[in-house]
């Protein structure tokens, strides 16, 4: 059941608003008018400028605490699987893990001692575990208020898959001098 309906419009044009749903949606509908369409057209661009910066404003945890998290979360589907699909996955699980052990390699970290914590600190359920390089040592890093924007993870993720699929789709490999 709704709220308020309401039927207006003019010019030739009808809008029917629907207002005061009872429904869990996490989306909703913008609709744009303008007296030209040049105002409409700059309407619309403000909108994605605004809707581009909601985006870059949803922030995870950091200090490498994500790709280990999901690092372990594919090692363990790879697990369910069999065959050249968990030989991939369980790759792309190893290759996350690359992320926090540089992490700690800058810091001047032994990382391979903390990328094997951080590891077992999320196998036992601290999903915010994570490098906290300035008290070097891991820390839950949300409480220590180190986040990422989350747009950043996913391009990294996104190009760095693009790539090796870019890679494995070469057939010749030419040497050249």
Do not use: W
């Not at 990382?111 to 300035?134: D, F, Q, S, W, Y």
């Not at 747009?151 to 070469?170: C, D, N, P, Q």
């Amino acid at each position: 059941s709704s709220g308020i309906n309401a039927e207006y419009g003019g010019g030739g044009n009808k809008v029917v608003s629907i207002t005061g749903c009872q429904t869990n949606a996490k989306t909703c509908s913008i609709l744009v008018q303008g007296s030209n369409k040049l105002l409409a057209e700059e309407a619309e661009r403000s909108i994605h400028d605004a809707l581009c910066v909601i985006r870059c404003l949803v922030k995870i945890a950091g200090g490498g605490a994500p790709e280990v998290e999901l690092s372990i979360k594919l090692a363990q589907y790879a697990a369910t699987l069999s065959g050249v699909e968990s030989h991939c996955i369980k790759a792309f699980a190893d290759a996350l893990e690359i992320i926090p052990f540089t992490l700690a390699e800058n810091a001047g970290l032994p990382p391979i001692n903390i990328v094997t914590e951080l590891r077992n600190r999320h196998a036992e359920g601290e999903a915010m575990a994570g490098i906290n390089v300035k008290k070097c040592c891991i820390t839950n890093i949300t409480e220590e208020n180190v986040l990422q924007p989350l747009l950043v993870s996913i391009s990294a993720i996104t190009l760095a898959s693009e790539t090796v699929r870019s890679i494995l789709k070469i057939d010749d490999i030419v040497n050249t001098r």
